[in-house]
């Protein structure tokens, strides 16, 4: 039973560690739309050397909102893609394979009155 309760034990501290890093990846997803538009515009405004107003913050909010859907749908497309190519070369390889000799659908009869399974 000790087995049991150290195996549970080892799969509880497996899935807190889970759980916290899942919370983290959640945590850093969510705050990197507003780090890049922070860093963004303090670059624009370090480079252009000139204070930002709002006819160039607005915009910008609005252009960064807009791209905040396709940047997080991009990691489950590259995801996707790696999994179709893996697919496909699996795919190809299996039809790259000699083709097996034919064999019959019924066993050979070598018995004398024809009969090829017999139950006693």
């Known amino acids: 039973m000790s087995k049991v309760t150290t195996t549970r ?3 509880l501290r497996l899935l807190q560690k889970l759980s916290v890093m899942q919370a983290l990846v959640n945590a850093i997803s969510s705050s990197i739309p507003f780090v890049m538009t922070l860093a963004t515009l303090g670059t624009y405004s370090a480079v252009a050397q000139q204070p930002l107003t709002l006819q160039v913050v607005f915009p910008a909010i609005a252009l960064f909102n807009i791209l905040r859907a396709p940047v997080a749908d991009l990691p489950n497309a590259v995801t996707s893609l790696l999994t179709a190519r893996l697919s496909l070369r699996r795919l190809q390889d299996f039809m790259l394979l000699d083709e ?20 006693r």
């Open 9 to 11: 034990a080892d799969e």
């Open 100 to 119: 097996l000799p034919p064999r019959p659908v019924l066993p050979k009869v070598d018995s004398q009155d024809g009969v090829a399974v017999r139950l």
